[in-house]
T-cell receptor, first 114, second 115 residues
Framework: AQSVAQPEDQVNVAEGNPLTVKCTYS??????LFWYVQYPNRGLQFLLKYITGDNLVKGSYGFEAEFNKSQTSFHLKKPSALVSDSALYFCAVRDREDDYKLSFGAGTTVTVRA | ETGVTQTPRHLVMGMTNKKSLKCEQH?????MYWYKQSAKKPLELMFV???????ENNSVPSRFSPECPNSSHLFLHLHTLQPEDSALYLC??????????????FGPGTRLTVL
């Protein structure tokens, strides 16, 4: 079975400060990892994914995430947050042994204050 | 944003009503999905269709009935729902249903309220 944990329900940062949204996962094999963002009254938008190769993945809107196999983590980061980054962020994992199912975390609400 | 569309965006229905949610994808994908999103909970996968064939029914009650007439359209037929079925229903699509590397692209969702 696969699962994802987002340990923080809420993250608050000031504009211009670094933003980190944490994600840890559990799979029986090797993972495919994804980050999505959801703005109010909108669907989920894809940010980035890790499949293989370089552990540092760069995505949309200046976001990046680092795959850490030993810590089973895939934290999302942005060096300088914007007020417009305020949204709900979801981490998701797919076990390479179970191709269909994409398991999501419960989400982390990010608030960036001006 | 316009790659996957869903209608209606909002729906209020009584427990005895029958209604349908519609999803259309304009991305040329072969797999489509229904998810249920409730507040503070992970997204729940409901159904998966790959090349119009249902490949996943994640223990969903029979009051939810999916239909996939072709690879571009997906419906969710609703009847005799319960108030706890109130949620945001999201449709998604991906190039394939069985490639782990594929990205799923989501529609804006239908906000369903069951009275």
């Amino acid at each position: 079975a696969q699962s994802v944990a987002q340990p923080e329900d809420q993250v608050n940062v000031a504009e211009g400060n670094p933003l980190t949204v944490k994600c840890t996962y559990s799979v029986s094999g090797n993972p495919y990892l994804f980050w999505y963002v959801q703005y109010p009254n909108r669907g989920l938008q894809f940010l980035l994914k890790y499949i293989t190769g370089d552990n540092l993945v760069k995505g949309s809107y200046g976001f990046e995430a680092e795959f850490n196999k030993s810590q089973t983590s895939f934290h999302l980061k942005k060096p300088s947050a914007l007020v417009s980054d305020s949204a709900l962020y979801f981490c998701a994992v797919r076990d390479r042994e179970d191709d269909y199912k994409l398991s999501f975390g419960a989400g982390t609400t990010v608030t960036v204050r001006a | 944003e316009t790659g996957v569309t869903q209608t209606p965006r909002h729906l209020v229905m009584g427990m005895t009503n029958k209604k349908s949610l519609k999803c259309e994808q304009h991305l040329g994908h072969n797999a489509m999905y229904w998810y249920k999103q409730s507040a503070k909970k992970p997204l729940e996968l409901m159904f998966v269709y790959n090349f119009k064939e249902q490949t996943e029914n994640n223990s969903v009650p029979s009051r939810f009935s999916p239909e996939c007439p072709n690879s571009s359209h997906l419906f969710l037929h609703l009847h005799t729902l319960q108030p706890e079925d109130s949620a945001l229903y999201l449709c998604a699509s991906s190039q394939h249903g069985d490639f782990g590397t594929d990205t799923q692209y989501f529609g804006p969702g239908t906000r369903l309220t069951v009275l």
